[in-house]
């Protein structure tokens, strides 16, 4: 299974509707809790006019592929102007969610260096998403033998021109981008254009102290020693009233 497969066909549809002259929407969702676990929603949102020209938007993205890849292919919903088709795949483990972040983007793709870290100290557990959003080369570097043998041509150079003649706009405009990161209690949204000259940094953090663990822990500690101490106390107690009375009885005899 190739692992740039939910890029390539997320972008076969998309260089389709482009070529119609229509808009579309890519939306990423990252979640991830303090445990490090979490999920991964990659959506594409098309317009009426970009619906009808795709057709089935499960088909157009090759859900079967989708799916023996492990992602899990949610049916389409209408939401606005625009109709979603989403696949996600969840993770156990922040290195799992950047292996997947990987699979979803390639080397060449717009999130670069992406990486979800956690980390359990003594006295905080925190977790965060790092990295960069970089569509500077723009839908250019979605370019590859797969996808250009899938349209008869040049996927980097060629077609894309003959969609800016007919359309007198740059197919680039025609795409927008949102990257979604919730981490722990923190949210943030990031936008980005394929005409962008400027990367954008990626940081999301939260954390989550100790202190009322630790002071848990601290009295149930104090608790079971004072437990322990009144059992000792009694149990010493005991002891010396036997041997009183045992010597009280031997002075009677």
Same mark, same amino acid.
């Given at each position: 299974m190739n692992r740039r497969l939910p890029r390539v066909v997320a972008l076969l549809a998309l260089v389709i509707v482009i070529a119609a002259g229509c808009r579309v929407q890519i939306e990423t969702q990252i979640d991830v809790g303090l445990d490090g676990k979490? &999920?991964? &929603?990659?959506?594409?949102?098309?317009?009426? =006019? =970009?619906? @009808?020209?795709?057709?089935?938007?499960?088909?157009?993205?090759?859900?079967?592929?989708?799916?023996? =890849?492990?992602?899990?292919?949610?049916a389409a919903s209408k939401e606005g102007d625009l109709t979603w088709i989403r696949v996600h795949h969840s993770f156990a483990t922040p290195e799992e969610g950047t292996a997947l972040l990987a699979q979803l983007s390639g080397p060449d793709g717009p999130y670069r260096d992406m990486l979800i870290k956690r980390s359990d100290g003594v006295f905080s557990t925190s977790v965060k998403v790092t990295g960069q959003i970089d569509t500077t080369a723009g839908l250019v570097m979605f370019g590859d033998a797969q996808l250009a043998a899938a349209l008869g041509g040049d996927a980097s150079g060629g077609l894309l021109a003959k969609i800016? =003649?007919?359309? @007198?706009?740059?197919?680039?405009?025609?795409?927008?981008?949102?990257?979604?990161?919730?981490?722990?209690?923190?949210? @943030?949204?990031?936008?980005?254009s394929f005409t962008d000259t400027d990367t954008q940094m990626v940081k999301v953090g939260s954390s989550k102290g100790k202190f009322f663990q630790i002071l848990e822990t601290l009295f149930v500690l104090a608790l079971v020693g004072m437990t322990a101490a009144v059992f000792g106390l009694r149990y010493r107690k005991r002891r010396l009233r036997t041997r009183r009375r045992m010597h009280s009885r031997g002075r009677r005899w």
């Open positions: 979490g &999920t991964i &929603t990659q959506g594409i949102g098309f317009d009426d =006019a =970009a619906l @009808k020209r795709v057709g089935d938007p499960a088909q157009a993205l090759s859900a079967d592929d989708l799916v023996a =890849a492990g992602w899990e292919v949610d800016e =003649a007919e359309e @007198k706009a740059p197919p680039a405009s025609m795409v927008d981008l949102t990257l979604v990161v919730n981490a722990g209690s923190s949210a @943030k949204s990031y936008n980005a």
